[in-house]
């Protein structure tokens, strides 16, 4: 079974400076997709970065990254020049490339920008 | 990106009734997604809802609670029947994007409270 595991129930970062929010998981599958999606106060989920089991290159959005360490089963997400906007939960979440199109959700991470 | 709309935004309900929540998309879709979201919780797929066809509940979910209506590529609806306050929760729709590696795009989700 796939299962994901966010460890920091909740950070705080200074504005302007890195955020890495930790995420580790757990399959059986040679193929798969790790995602981060960013959830404000407001509740909706905004999807934020892929990284593919097969890429080789570590995926990037703007000032989100995701450092993929395949070998030690975590995907990492880097948040570079935090931003007061940045303040919301974090989930990392992931699926398996079957037809399922299923996301199974980590417990998040909330993070808090300080001025 | 696919442009996502849930009705209600929120609602607070007395125990017993029930709640039909609406999901509309601004373009066709073949599968569209319901989770939901606990207080202070991740999120958990309730069910996958295919047109034309039953849709396909998770553990943990039943039709007689959940039923979900398909009706067409654009639409869907999830009623919350018999409600609880265990209920109390943020209903989220989501669709995959079509694109390669199953990303899915939610919905501004509905504020559930019951009473």
């Known amino acids: 079974a796939q299962k994901i595991t966010q460890t920091q129930p909740g950070m705080f970062v200074q504005e302007k400076e890195a955020v890495t929010l930790d995420c580790t998981y757990d399959?059986?599958?040679?193929?798969?997709?790790l995602f981060w999606y960013k959830q404000p106060s407001s509740g909706e989920m905004i999807f934020l970065i892929y990284?593919?089991?097969?890429?080789?290159q570590n995926a990037t959005e703007g000032r989100y990254s995701l450092n993929f360490q395949k070998a030690r089963k975590s995907a990492n997400l880097v948040i570079s020049a935090s931003q007061l906007g940045d303040s919301a939960m974090y989930f990392c979440?992931?699926?398996?490339?079957?037809?399922?199109?299923?996301?199974?959700f980590g417990s998040g991470t909330r993070l808090l920008v300080r001025p | 990106s696919a442009v996502i709309s849930q009705k209600p935004s929120r609602d607070i309900c007395q125990r017993g009734t029930s709640l039909t929540i609406q999901c509309q998309v601004d373009?066709?879709?073949?599968?569209m997604f319901w989770y939901r979201q606990q207080p202070g919780q991740s999120l958990t797929l309730i069910a996958t809802?295919?047109?034309?066809?039953?849709?396909?509940?998770e553990s943990g979910f039943v039709i007689d609670k959940f039923p979900i209506s398909r009706p067409n590529l654009t639409f869907s609806t999830l009623t919350v029947s018999n409600m609880s306050p265990e209920d109390s929760s943020i209903y989220l729709c989501?669709?995959?994007?079509?694109?390669?590696?199953?990303?899915?795009?939610f919905g501004p989700g509905t504020r559930l409270t019951v009473l």
């Open positions: 979440a992931m699926s398996g490339m079957d037809s399922s199109y299923k996301l199974i």
């Open positions: 399959t059986s599958d040679p193929s798969y997709g």
């Open positions: 373009s066709q879709v073949t599968m």
């Open positions: 989501s669709v995959e994007a079509g694109s390669s590696y199953n990303e899915q795009f």
């Open positions: 990284q593919g089991s097969y890429d080789q």
């Open positions: 809802a295919n047109q034309g066809s039953e849709a396909t509940y």
